[in-house]
């Protein structure tokens, strides 16, 4: 019997695994210098929360969930998207005034498999509570885009804003006749759509119909108005070119005013949107809670390895050979790797000529051979020299 990774699930191995473990670091380092520390929340929730929180009505919650009842009979959901559970965390430790944090993990969505469209895929994200103002929208807008430039990822930065309480009402009152009058020219599944969740119709309706569709911006109340103003004044001054976009709305029910998407220049079709966020000011109070603003973005590891140009250097930076057995050669490895160095070595009691095709294999650019006296041979290139061990490393860093 042989068993495969279920259906939708990848195995990431090395080497592709080191392009991976590059673009996590490259998050920890960012998401941190931005001042969102890390937030390791469970991958399962109550079926009630996502329900809630990401809307009832969304494709996300009725159709791709993993739903399934434990032992004591909860009905519990493999996490499809970190914000939920995010601001349930923010809750239960009393609602801060202002909160941030990121989070890095897998999230499973029972969807049809394709490229780009995984049922374990995996996101970065980081979510910002309890501040309304513009400048936190554009704070969390730039860590995207800078963390994707930085990834190597080419992108284009589309928004909207979808107003608020004061706003939304005539706008979707509108919308719905708008889509009323188009109904005969519709195919059933989008009929449906429009009587559950209207919105969607703009970002996946016929084009013609949704151009021509109400538009948002005609529609924001004073507040809205100003507050989107001020988002794309402050994008402009600090120079992150986006277009504005009146068909983006999100898949997600829990945006409010500023919704933005970055599209990746490297991927085609439907799947080519590598992350996207909103503000959410809504959610905390949905979900029980004292209301509080928030926002955040999620972005998609998957589509970022998929078009990266990163080209993470392998950690192993000398491979150890010894000739008088693995013992010496792990002595000498630990020495090394205390010293900060990266080091392998192969740990079975093999020849020397075995040894050292592992090390060409690996491409290593350092050999260290060891042979049970105070000096090693380090070799580099067509380079050799004699050396104690203990001056290796120095050696390394000064002449590499
Ligand atoms: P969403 O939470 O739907 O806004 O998705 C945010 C990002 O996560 C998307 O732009 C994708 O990069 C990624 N993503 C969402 N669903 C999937 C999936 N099924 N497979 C792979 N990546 C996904």
Redesign the pocket.
């Known amino acids: 019997m042989s068993f495969q990774p279920p259906k939708g699930t990848d195995d990431i191995l090395p080497p592709e695994s080191r392009l991976w473990r590059r673009i996590l670091t490259l998050w920890e380092e960012m998401s941190g210098r931005y001042g969102y520390p890390l937030m390791l929340l469970p991958v399962f929730e109550a079926t009630e929360l996502f329900a809630r929180g990401v809307g009832e009505t969304t494709e996300?919650v009725t159709k791709h969930v993993y739903a399934f009842s434990d032992k004591s009979g909860r009905s519990l959901t493999l996490r499809p998207?970190g914000t939920a559970g995010a601001v349930r965390a923010y809750l239960n430790r009393g609602g801060q005034a202002v909160w941030k944090g990121a989070y890095s993990g897998p999230m499973f969505?029972y969807?049809q498999p394709q490229a780009?469209?995984?049922?374990q895929?995996y996101?970065v994200g980081v979510e910002y509570m309890g501040v309304s103002s513009p400048e936190a929208d554009v704070e969390v807008i730039e860590l995207g885009w800078r963390y994707l430039a930085a990834a190597g990822v080419e992108v284009e930065l589309r928004l909207n804003s979808l107003g608020d309480d004061a706003c939304r009402p005539r706008y979707l009152a509108d919308l719905r006749r708008f889509l009323d009058e188009q109904r005969t020219q519709l195919p059933d599944s989008m009929v449906s759509l429009i009587a559950t969740n209207p919105l969607r119709f703009l970002d996946s309706g016929p084009e013609a119909i949704a151009e021509a569709a109400p538009r948002f911006e005609d529609y924001w109340c004073g507040p809205c108005g100003d507050h989107h103003r001020a988002v794309l004044g402050a994008l402009e001054g600090i120079g992150i070119p986006y277009t504005s976009d009146h068909t983006l709305v999100?898949?997600?029910d829990y945006y409010t005013r500023t919704a933005w998407?970055y599209i990746g220049l490297g991927l085609r079709g439907a799947q080519n949107?590598?992350?996207?966020g909103g503000r959410y000011d809504d959610l905390a109070k949905t979900l029980g809670g004292k209301p509080a603003p928030g926002l955040g973005f999620?972005?998609?590891l998957?589509?970022i390895a998929a078009v990266s140009t990163l080209d993470p250097e392998d950690e192993i930076k000398v491979f150890v050979v010894s000739e008088t057995g693995p013992t010496e050669a792990l002595y000498a490895a630990t020495q090394l790797r205390a010293e900060g160095v990266g080091v392998d070595f192969d740990a079975a009691a093999r020849s020397v000529k075995a040894q050292l095709r592992t090390a060409g294999r690996r491409g290593v650019p350092h050999l260290v051979v060891v042979r049970g006296d105070d000096l090693v041979e380090v070799r580099r290139g067509g380079e050799q020299k004699q050396m104690p061990l203990r001056e290796v490393a120095s050696w390394i860093r000064e002449s590499s």
Do not use: N, P
């Not at 780009?116 to 049922?119: I, K, L, N, S, Y």
């Not at 949107?273 to 996207?276: C, D, K, N, P, S």
């Open positions: 996300v998207e969505r969807e780009g469209r995984r049922r895929f996101q999100r898949g997600l998407e949107a590598v992350g996207g999620a972005l998609g998957d589509r």
